[in-house]
């Protein structure tokens, strides 16, 4: 059976589960890459938290490749599943061609701003005259690297589009153990520190990234690589930025939230506050990330029913996506409230003041995680749609209407200044996840009148 027929027909339980877990295991596994660096940095004798706390402010930087590789990948796999579902494959190839060329420009133009303004970026971010050589030595690396980053995440957007679940998850499990190899010889055999860190980490993403371009260049994929399509077509690329713009939105915003949390606390807490929210992000990344593969295995089977016009089966994947994802934001929250010392102790054990600083800091920010698969699924289900408006919006009112004014506005109201800070992300989530779950109950229904209309 093809993956169209299996798409159109195959049980959706069946089909939902089999396409999500692969790409959740593959997220999960492309989540090592930061969680490895971390951990081996942090436990570094004598520096280890310094450190941890120096690649923990390269996170804004990583969060824009992260956005601008969503607003090309997560733009265009939609477009080329809903393509599919219409059987309109030379389309969906274009789409394809269109975006690997964007995927390599703007990772060099990326490339090239980054290595000239990294440095005084990274003391305005809130890099302290002990932090800047650590998060300066492991993000020149890792931005020179910055094409294969990108490769990698966007190359498996399009090959998970087309349910080819099973090979990304290799592709991306084949990285991260080549990371987890890696990672220990450059950094303390070859005694390269952070630098090492980075250097296996961009050598891993070169490997997925090859490995990506071959799949796409053989004779399994449905929608191959063709030099044809390479010329940029503004029909194709601005419907992408459309559709992409949503998620771009929420990780380049990531970006301004990573910077505007490491200049308050550093402000109001020096570099202990920043390593804590270092740690208490990476932990929160830890649930976000696998999240992810959650919606990549709905989004071929929404896109596609909904390219078709198939409303009942359209309705079954989303009551599930909702079901699954809930379920799994809750599990997640009752572990860190319940043992927030043991996710502390996997980045560092020798600083008691780190410790302390973290443990009130990670419980407070985690306080609203269980309630967060009501807005991923929401989020999931707009863009596989192609609802680009109302994710976008969605995604700003969480990040940059909600969180971020929050970030400076608490600590002017509360005493205790550092709890204030972390105090944001929880309040910020709650309005979000309510005004995200309102719309939804606006705008699907009124997509399922759209298809009986256009079925009469």
């Known amino acids: 059976m093809d993956i169209s ?35 081996y940095l942090g436990h570094m004798e004598g520096i280890g938290s310094i450190a941890l706390t120096g690649v923990g402010l390269c996170m804004p930087f990583i969060c824009i490749i992260n956005a601008f590789t969503m607003l090309i990948a997560q733009g265009g796999a939609p477009h080329a599943s809903i393509a599919m579902g219409g059987r309109e494959n030379d389309k969906a190839e274009k789409i394809l061609g269109n975006c690997i060329v964007l995927l390599v420009v703007t990772s060099v133009c990326l490339t090239v701003i980054f290595l000239l303004a990294g440095r005084p970026l990274l003391i305005l971010f809130g890099a302290s005259e002990d932090t800047l050589p650590y998060a300066w030595g492991y993000m020149q690396i890792y931005v020179a690297g910055n094409l294969f980053v990108m490769g990698s995440l966007g190359l498996n957007q399009f090959i998970t589009m087309q349910g080819f679940t099973n090979f990304s998850m290799f592709n991306v499990i084949s990285g991260a153990v080549c990371n987890i190899i890696l990672d220990p010889l450059f950094i303390f055999v070859f005694g390269l520190g952070v630098q090492g ?87 929160m990344q830890m649930f976000w990330v696998p999240s992810s593969g959650i919606g990549q295995g709905a989004q071929p089977i929404i896109s596609y029913n909904y390219g078709a016009r198939d409303k009942e089966r359209l309705k079954k994947i989303v009551k599930l996506l909702f079901i699954v994802m809930e379920a799994y934001f809750l599990l997640g929250w009752a572990a860190v409230e319940a043992f927030p ?116």
């Open 5 to 39: 027929e299996r798409l159109r027909s195959e049980p959706i339980g069946k089909l939902f589960f089999k396409l999500a877990l692969p790409s959740v295991l593959a997220q999960f596994v492309s989540l090592l890459y930061n969680i490895i660096d971390r951990m």
């Open 197 to 283: 860190a980075a250097i296996a980490t961009v050598l891993s993403q070169f490997l997925v990234t090859v490995m990506g371009l071959h799949f796409l260049l053989g004779k399994r994929t449905f929608l191959k690589i063709r030099k044809k399509y390479f010329l940029l077509d503004r029909k194709i690329v601005f419907p992408v930025f459309s559709l992409g713009m949503a998620p771009f939105i929420m990780q380049a915003t990531e970006a301004a939230i990573n910077s505007s949390f490491n200049y308050s606390l550093q402000k109001y807490g020096g570099d202990v506050a920043v390593g804590a929210m270092t740690i208490a992000s990476t932990v």
């Open 341 to 456: 010392g043991l996710f502390i102790k996997m980045f560092n054990s020798s600083s008691a003041n780190l410790y302390d600083t973290s443990m009130m800091g990670l419980r407070v920010y985690v306080a609203a995680l269980g309630l967060f698969g009501l807005q991923s699924s929401v989020q999931q289900v707009f863009v596989s749609v192609g609802q680009a408006k109302a994710s976008m919006f969605i995604a700003c009112l969480r990040k940059v209407i909600l969180l971020i004014p929050f970030i400076f506005i608490l600590p002017t109201l509360l005493s205790d200044k550092v709890f204030a800070v972390f105090l944001a992300e929880p309040i910020s989530d709650l309005i979000s996840v309510t005004t995200a779950s309102c719309i939804f109950l606006v705008i699907f229904p009124k997509l399922l009148r759209e298809i009986d209309k256009k079925q009469q």
